[in-house]
C-alpha cells in the first residue's frame, strides 16, 4: 500500500510562480511512473505532467511553464510551476504507480487569480 501526501499549493497572482511536491510513503521504483493531474470545476481530471525512468511528459498546455521532477531516493515528485494563467486553476492530485496499482493523493488546490 502507498500512501500520497501532497505540499503546496494555494493563491498565487498571474504570471507567478509556485512549486507542489508529493511524498509516497512507499518505495516507488524510477521505472514506474510518478506525476501530477488536475481538475478544474466542472471538468474531467486531466494529465498534467507524468516522470519516469524513460522521461517526463507534459500536457500541451503546460509545455515550457511548468517542470516535472523527481528524487527517487526521497520517493518525492515535484511540480514547478511558472508562468501561471487563471485556467491553471485547479485541484491538483500527485499520482503514483507501484505493482501493478495506481495511488492517488488527497489534492491540494491551486488558484491563479489576482
Known amino acids: 500500500q502507498v500512501q500520497l501526501m501532497e505540499l503546496g499549493g494555494g493563491l498565487v497572482e498571474p504570471g507567478g510562480s509556485l512549486g507542489l511536491s508529493c511524498v509516497a510513503s512507499?518505495?516507488?521504483?524510477?521505472?514506474?511512473?510518478m506525476g501530477w493531474y488536475r481538475q478544474a470545476p466542472g471538468n474531467e481530471r486531466e494529465l498534467v505532467a507524468l516522470?519516469?525512468?524513460?522521461?517526463?511528459n507534459y500536457a500541451d498546455s503546460v509545455k515550457g511553464r511548468f517542470t516535472i521532477s523527481r528524487d527517487t531516493a526521497k520517493n518525492t515528485v515535484y511540480l514547478q510551476m511558472n508562468s501561471l494563467k487563471p485556467e491553471d486553476t485547479a485541484v491538483y492530485y500527485c499520482?503514483?504507480?507501484?505493482?501493478?496499482?495506481?495511488?492517488w493523493g488527497q489534492g491540494t488546490q491551486v488558484t491563479v487569480s489576482s
Open positions: 516522470i519516469s525512468s524513460r522521461g517526463a
Open positions: 499520482t503514483a504507480s507501484s505493482r501493478g496499482s495506481d495511488y
Open positions: 512507499g518505495y516507488i521504483f524510477n521505472w514506474n511512473p
